[in-house]
């Protein structure tokens, strides 16, 4: 299984999956802040067909001139209306995550300490939950999974999960620019598909694609490299494209 999975691994992650992929979003940018706004806003709105994402991310990008962080600090978000970014992702919804990360940086510097700041990547997610709901009102964001609190399950966290993937891990497809978090740290970003590859070569066993779900998997990866097992989301992905066909 490990020789299947380093395989598709090395013919997955090159460079050229850069340009099919909402990823490509994040690389655009050099400054750091407007990377890892980049690439929440582009996992935010990774779902569905990779073509729709990909025009609907040009689309929420060109509102953001001259670029995320100076449209989020400098307060041009709030003259957004509430026309439609991607299916149920609205301008709206834009405005909220605008207000979120105006809050978070004015706490943190960056989304990095936010993170960092916490003891495991659930917590991390959980904070940044918090956070971004405070200068809204209090409210939850749909858009922004609840992972539960350690004793309790809660979501796979799928989009966050990825966001943190392409911010921790080295390239060529992910950008490597967070240091406080090790890829070890992190866990698969767990959609329909990875999952049920996952299941059809035995990896994972649990029904439903949830939080617990996620563990299993990543502890089940760690098996066949302990220092970044979610390395393997680009072989799950590209053995899904293979069977697909």
């Known amino acids: 299984m490990k020789d299947k999975l380093d395989k598709w691994y090395e013919k997955v992650c090159t460079g050229d999956f850069i340009k099919k992929d909402p990823v490509q979003f994040a690389h655009r940018f050099k400054k750091r802040e407007d990377v890892e706004i980049a690439a929440i806003l582009s996992a935010t ?22 670029g995320p962080f100076i449209f989020v600090t400098s307060g041009d978000y709030k003259k957004l209306k509430n026309k439609n970014i991607h299916r149920t992702f609205f301008e709206k919804d834009l405005k909220y995550f605008c207000k979120g990360f105006e809050h978070c940086y004015a706490k943190y510097a960056n989304l990095e300490n936010l993170f960092a700041s916490c003891s495991n990547i659930w917590e991390g997610i959980a904070l940044f939950r918090e956070e971004m709901s405070k200068p809204n009102k209090g409210e939850y964001s749909i858009h922004i999974a609840n992972p539960g609190s350690e004793d309790e399950n809660g979501s796979a966290c799928k989009k966050l999960n990825l966001a943190l993937r392409w911010l921790v891990r080295k390239g060529p497809v992910d950008l490597c620019l967070w240091k406080k978090i090790k890829p070890a740290a992190l866990y698969i970003p767990l959609d329909v598909h990875v999952a049920r590859i996952a299941r059809k070569l035995g990896l994972l066993e649990r029904k439903s694609n949830d939080k617990k779900a996620v563990v299993a998997l990543t502890e089940k990866l760690r098996e066949y490299c302990k220092e970044d097992p979610v390395k393997y989301d680009f072989a799950l992905f590209g053995i899904g494209i293979e069977t697909a066909d």
């Open 45 to 66: 709105i990774a779902w569905g067909r990779r073509d729709l994402i990909l025009r609907s991310a040009e689309k929420m990008f060109a509102l953001m001139t001259p």
